[in-house]
């Protein structure tokens, strides 16, 4: 999730990363802090290599809370990326089998970079990213 973070950094999307973005913001309360990033993000991104790292505490809670805003239709045009590494589908939580899943590779993730890169070119989508070494994206 950071190297996302830095390559969309990079080319300036405005992104949020928990690891970055909370000791700037001088946040205490990070339940509150990540709330408003999910609020105001079109896009969320989960990144994970392992079938656990979809399941973790804060990752499920961000994701979870994005789908439902999404399928509530409080987001009519949220969407949810998922770039996990040679996972098969079936290996994810219900609710991210749902979700554009792009082939990711730790070694070689350019293609993955470029492809939710593309999508975020488009006017006014913000993007959201998560994963469970703390970095998240919007």
């Known amino acids: 999730a950071?190297?996302?973070y830095e390559y969309l950094k990079a080319r300036n999307v405005t992104a949020f990363c928990s690891s970055e973005s909370l000791p700037r913001l001088g946040e205490s309360d990070y339940c509150r802090?990540?709330?408003r990033a999910l609020d105001s993000a079109a896009c969320m991104v989960v990144v994970g290599t392992k079938p656990e790292h979809f399941d973790s505490g804060w990752v499920r809670y961000e994701w979870r809370s994005f789908f439902n805003e999404v399928h509530s239709g409080?987001?009519?045009d949220g969407r949810i990326f998922t770039l996990a590494g040679d996972l098969d589908p079936s290996c994810l939580p219900y609710g991210l089998r749902q979700s554009q899943m792009l082939p990711f590779s730790?070694?070689?993730p350019q293609d993955a970079f470029d492809a939710v890169y593309r999508f975020l070119r488009?006017?006014?989508v913000r993007l959201r990213l998560r994963s469970n070494d703390g970095c998240n994206r919007r």
């Open 33 to 35: 802090a990540i709330d």
């Open 122 to 124: 488009r006017p006014t």
């Open 2 to 4: 950071r190297w996302l």
């Open 106 to 108: 730790p070694s070689s």
């Open 74 to 76: 409080r987001k009519p």
